[in-house]
């Protein structure tokens, strides 16, 4: 090819690249599919091998690249990155009302979006191109991380315009890691035996710091452009008008915005996403007030620290004052000792609580609670609501220490703590609650998927002896079940039916149900997939095991452990003769159940929570999407769905219940997906 006609190839494959990373980043409306986008992408990367002299450092190929840091250079800042003033009271945003209308005699606009709790960075773009991207810092030096910023997908390279105006600007936004993603990296961080990051925002922040690109790119940071802090041309008077038009030439923005024209309707729209906030996919604290017009900005001016014509509304914890009663102790299968708090019922956002979590006993200490302490609880995204402080001074003098006992609260044996762990375990592997809790694990749904073996009849089943362990289940029979209490005979056979039905699940679901500590789902899935068969799994070796991806140290211990036992040997043979599926089939290693199916969800789902749902759907090698598209393969519909189900109806998206998804999540089984 002449040279020419390389060029401009390439330069034609970049602006398709660049077009669809967008619709795919930024819109989440992509127009082709991943398939024909590699084909795009490995074009450019092989014209790009043979011309290295064309590879420029907005090519979408250089995006994750770089050298490994030692240290961040140190950036000034163009135009200072001052922080907001916050308040917690909506008297204060009156009065912000108030005084912004003294000073501008013409009526006022207020932007009003989303507060985003990520980690706030700045990004420049010279003719187009972004060139450099740092952190806050003290708001006048900021950290070079460009390198990093580079590795978000939603961070254009290159700006999809040739209007002028837009090619030499600054903005600034907020990187965040969306809640799922953070579940994910903090239960791989939990099996390689790392600390965990306490929320979101954390982990944001710190993986902007590593310092390999490669790294970063791995962990799925994204970003939302809110701000711009000059005006790019005279004809942009509206704030909120430049963000849209920032939008359509390729940056994420904020998708709630609101302009607002008066302080009512501000506060309509703090208590509209109060509640609704909880259901996004990344942390939301607060609203952004900003004024909308540069004009007014300008006549509003700054203090030394903060814009005075904006403002962040943040909403307060959802806090509660009750009395703890009592310290109850659950035994959970792996012998693990959670205290629980009981207290007295107390209304906190909407639902009755009268369970709290204390963690373990570290935290009853750190805490000084004692039995009787008023004490004030708080629920953020946890399911369980936990105890945050003890109100000392409502103390009578009648609250009791509680001190951790040193036999098991349910079969009396004794309990142990390691030095290098914060949980009492109870020893006795026999003890009825460890016990019921694997049988329960092993029949739940992403494991033996076994109907109507709850916890009542599984805690009968053990109290009378008729089952010591899991493996025991596939002995009972119908008139053994039958003499239960409250069992007849139709619901004996039927549960007898359902257990024998479970020797069909794959290789995946039993490896899954056996519960090796620290083997989730996901695991079971990498195991399977690498090794294939349970003698491959029990005679690996710690670096058979380390050397698959996702399998740590941590988890590759906990394997050689588990089968090192003679009981969970015995308890393994037993169900290889009952004829359980001990190795995979050809699909449950060709293919992760998902690969390339899009899921979107819509309504509440009764067995996971939606992060969990699209965590499992991106690890099975699914893509799960907020918006609906004529390329999303299935709608799963929950309780009370939203208008991404009418919109799904309207478009003929396969529309599939919740058993329908778990079982193509939890297996292949049934051959049928609808
Ligand atoms: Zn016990």
Known sequence: MASKRVERKIELLRKQLNYHNYRYYVLDQPEISD???????????????????????????????????????????????????????????????KRTR????????????????????????????????????????????????????????????????LHDIEVRGEVFLPKASFLLLNRERESSGDPLFANPRNAAAGTLKLQDPRAVANRGLDIFIHTIPISPAAKYRSHYAVLKRLHGVGFKIIPHAKLCTSIEEVLDFVAYWQDRRENLDYEVDGLVIKVDDFEARSAIGFTAKSPKWAIAFKYPARQAITRL???QLQVGRTGRITPVALLDPVALSGTTISRATLHNEDEIRRRGIKIGDRVVIEKGGEVIPKVVRVIK????????????????????????????????????????????????????????????????????????????????????????????????????????????????????NVLYALGIPNIGINASHLLVERLHDIDNIINA??????????????????????????????????????????????????????TGMTFVFSGELKSLTRNEAQELVRKLGGHPSSSISKRTDYLVRGAEPGSKYNRALKLGVKIIDEPTFLKMIGSERTGKQQ
């Open 541 to 594: 070796s710690d670096e058979d095991l380390t050397k698959i991806d996702g399998i740590g140290e941590i988890l590759a211990k906990s394997i050689k452990n588990y089968f090192k036992i003679k009981k969970n040997m015995d308890a393994v043979n037993e169900l290889r003769r009952f004829g359980l599926m001990f190795s995979a089939k050809r699909r449950e290693i060709r293919h992760r159940a998902l």
């Open 325 to 327: 009663k009592d310290i």
């Open 393 to 508: 001074e409502k103390r009578t003098g009648k609250e009791k220490v509680f001190r951790f006992p040193t036999r098991c609260p349910v079969c009396e044996q004794k309990t142990y703590r390691l030095p290098d762990e914060a949980d009492w375990r109870c020893v006795n592997s026999s003890c009825p609650a460890q016990v019921k809790g694997k049988i329960l694990h092993f029949a739940s749904r992403l494991a033996m998927d076994i109907e109507g073996l709850g916890y009542v009849l599984v805690s009968n089943l053990v109290d009378q002896k008729l089952v010591k362990g899991f493996q025991d289940i596939y002995k009972l029979d119908p008139a053994h079940v039958a003499d239960i209490e409250r069992m007849g005979e139709k619901s004996a056979q039927n549960l007898i039916k359902s257990i024998n039905q479970s020797k069909d699940r794959p290789f995946t």
């Open 35 to 97: 398939f024909e986008y590699d084909l795009l992408y490995k074009e450019l990367e092989a014209l790009e091998r043979k011309y290295p002299e064309y590879v420029t450092s907005d090519s979408p190929t250089q995006r994750v690249g770089g050298e490994v840091l030692h240290e961040f250079r140190t950036v000034e800042h163009k135009v200072k990155m001052l922080s907001l003033d916050n308040t917690y009271s909506e008297e204060e945003l009156r009065d912000f009302d």
């Open 102 to 165: 003294k000073v501008v005699d013409k009526p006022i606009k207020y932007e009003t979006t989303l507060k985003i709790d990520g980690v706030a960075v700045t990004l420049n773009y010279q003719d187009g191109k972004f060139v450099r991207g740092a952190t806050r810092g003290d708001g006048i030096h900021g950290d070079d991380i460009t390198q990093n910023l580079r590795t978000i997908r939603s961070v254009p390279l290159r700006l999809l315009t040739d209007e002028a105006a």
